[in-house]
Nanobody, 119 residues
Framework: QVQLVESGGGLVQTGGSLRLSCSAS????????MGWYRQPPGKQRELVAC???????NYADSVKGRFTISRDNTKNTVYLQMNSLKPEDTAVYYC?????????????WGQGTQVTVSS
């Protein structure tokens, strides 16, 4: 079982920055692929950014050039640096881990952290 705890959300003005953190426990963190998803009000959850165990990254088009995902395997933590925030970035942000178990990967989710960008 993997436990994920997000932190760093809050209220920020348009153009501001926030850094989300997600601390993981219960697995060998370095072997997990990690990601950040978000769910805006009334909409479906969507991928924001992900980072593989090897360090390869991928971003949603809407956040490219503004958000940066990174990981620190020594701290079992993944980060999402969010710059130039827009009102449309308002959402609950969820951390996820894809943890290998033999030939399959199990997906785990954090409880979410609210990000609100005021115009």
């Amino acid at each position: 079982q993997v436990q994920l705890v997000e932190s760093g959300g809050g209220l920020v003005q348009t153009g501001g920055s926030l850094r989300l953190s997600c601390s993981a426990s219960g697995s060998i963190f370095s072997t997990n692929d990690m990601g950040w998803y978000r769910q805006p009000p009334g909409k479906q959850r969507e991928l924001v950014a992900c980072i593989t165990s090897a360090g390869s990254t991928n971003y949603a088009d809407s956040v490219k050039g503004r958000f940066t995902i990174s990981r620190d395997n020594t701290k079992n933590t993944v980060y999402l640096q969010m710059n130039s925030l827009k009102p449309e970035d308002t959402a609950v942000y969820y951390c996820n881990a894809d943890s290998p178990r033999g030939s399959i990967k199990l997906r785990y989710w954090g409880q979410g952290t609210q990000v609100t960008v005021s115009s």
